[in-house]
């Protein structure tokens, strides 16, 4: 009846949480009424965008191309893909911290919700496939020409949007359902 | 082997009898009455079987064995009954969610088995209390699963005795799955390599319980409860995913 893969998998699952449960600190009972208490710990805390600015412009690589030198041409293009990646752990190393912050939080609400609570596991898990995306980009391809692909990315979206303005509007208003002032049809 | 067998069953029962006699002493039996009350009637069959092996003809004691063996399949679920109650206790809902979800998984495992038992009781009695045990294993494996991922995530705080009680059974129980389940695999050979392994986990599990259960341990109580703070913090952190998705796609467009 039961999938034998599936009842091992059960098995072995709970003795890993359990390993998990056992080896947890017994202090990390945190006084979460600081972070209750604090809003600020909301907020998010990356680096300014100048400074990636800074960092992704090609200048840098401009002037060291020109020195004819492709030992520092290579390691600036690599001192950039360190920075680059260094700069995305951190933004996954914020998000870790939210989600610990509000798990911490919430574990003694009384009103806690399992659908608010799975939305919010979706909401972390599309921000670390963005974030594992743009980490194999830059892996693979360097910053560089990540920001340079992101930018075409964006031209097309703009063009791919104009042209669907277009077909909208050589269709006619009268074919395309319209939408009334209260929100209904 | 037979000698080890004895030895195994001998140490097996002092453990029980030890701690019972520890949450006698120690005046806690009523504190966790699932838990104590599965011992209690673990070590009564015990006293059963024994009685009838040696007064009763072979086939009285088969009865009596797989009857046995029925009941304390069902009682064991009040052991993961108790390690809910004990741990969602300052937590109303879930604690009432959790009793509604675990009435009703108790409720149609044992409705299936009656269903199985009608007919030829006697004779169905053995591969019924087999599949009644597995069965129910398997539902306990997934319970186990939800309340041990559960007080992973949130870092729920657990005293010595819930956590002795969650680390035993859920070590014996994701064994007896594990073991079950590569004897059905691998059929009659692994037989012994079964039962050795099954009763090795079951002894693990009361030394784990005989240390854990020494003394009363009470469950940290959470500090105080948030009230209808939930949605607030919910929003917050919503936003606050937002902010940081929107934050690494723009960032990278020049």
Same mark, same amino acid.
């Given at each position: ?62 002037? !060291?191309?020109? &020195?004819?030198? $492709?030992?520092?041409? *290579? #390691? ?6 360190? =920075? /680059? ?51 194999? !980009?830059?892996? &693979?391809?360097? $910053?560089?020409?990540? *920001? #340079? ?6 031209? =097309? /979206? ?28 | ?254």
């Amino acid at each position: 009846m039961m999938n034998f893969a599936f009842v091992i998998a059960g098995g072995v699952a709970l003795l890993f949480f359990l390993w998990l449960v056992l080896r947890r600190n017994a202090s990390d009972t945190a006084a979460h009424h600081d972070y209750v208490a604090n809003p600020s710990a909301y907020w998010v805390r990356l680096p300014p965008r100048a400074l990636l600015d800074r960092f992704l412009s090609p200048e840098d690589v401009e002037y !060291a191309a020109e &020195l004819n030198s $492709p030992a520092l041409l *290579r #390691r600036v293009v690599r001192e950039r893909r360190r =920075l /680059a990646a260094a700069w995305l752990r951190q933004t996954r190393r914020e998000a870790g911290r939210l989600f610990l912050l509000h798990v911490r939080t919430v574990r003694q609400a009384e009103g806690l919700r399992p659908a608010a609570e799975v939305n919010l596991v979706f909401a972390a898990a599309s921000f670390l496939v963005v974030y594992a995306v743009m980490m194999t !980009a830059v892996g &693979l391809y360097g $910053p560089l020409h990540t *920001r #340079r692909f992101l930018e075409s990315l964006q031209s =097309l /979206a703009n063009i791919l949007s104009n042209l669907g303005g277009r077909i909208a509007e050589s269709i006619g208003p009268a074919l395309v359902p319209q939408l009334d002032g209260r929100g209904g049809r | 082997m037979r000698l080890m067998d004895n030895a195994l069953w001998w140490v097996g029962n002092l453990l029980i009898v030890l701690v019972l006699y520890r949450a006698w002493r120690g005046k806690f039996l009523t504190r966790y009455p699932y838990f104590f009350g599965y011992l209690g009637l673990v070590a009564c069959f015990v006293v059963v079987r024994v009685y009838l092996r040696a007064e009763t003809t072979t086939r009285a004691f088969g009865i009596g064995y797989w009857i046995s063996e029925f009941l304390s399949a069902i009682a064991g679920f009040g052991i993961t009954w108790q390690i809910y109650a004990t741990i969602l206790a300052p937590y109303r809902g879930a604690c009432r969610m959790a009793r509604a979800v675990l009435g009703v998984l108790c409720t149609l495992v044992l409705v299936n088995a009656i269903m199985e038992l009608t007919g030829n009781v006697v004779q169905n009695l053995g591969p019924t209390t087999v599949e009644l045990e597995r069965n129910l294993r398997f539902v306990q494996t997934l319970l186990l699963l939800a309340i041990t991922g559960l007080t992973v995530h949130y870092r729920l705080p657990l005293g010595r005795n819930v956590r002795s009680m969650l680390a035993g059974y859920g070590f014996y129980i994701g064994c007896v799955v594990i073991v079950l389940s590569l004897r059905s695999q691998w059929g009659q050979d692994f037989e012994r390599g079964k039962d050795l392994l099954q009763r090795s986990a079951y002894l693990t599990s009361l030394a784990v319980w005989c240390v854990g259960m020494w003394s009363y341990s009470r469950n940290p109580v959470p500090e105080t409860l948030i009230e209808a703070d939930y949605n607030r913090i919910s929003e917050q952190t919503s936003r606050a995913f937002g902010r940081l998705r929107e934050h690494v796609t723009q960032s990278w467009r020049p």
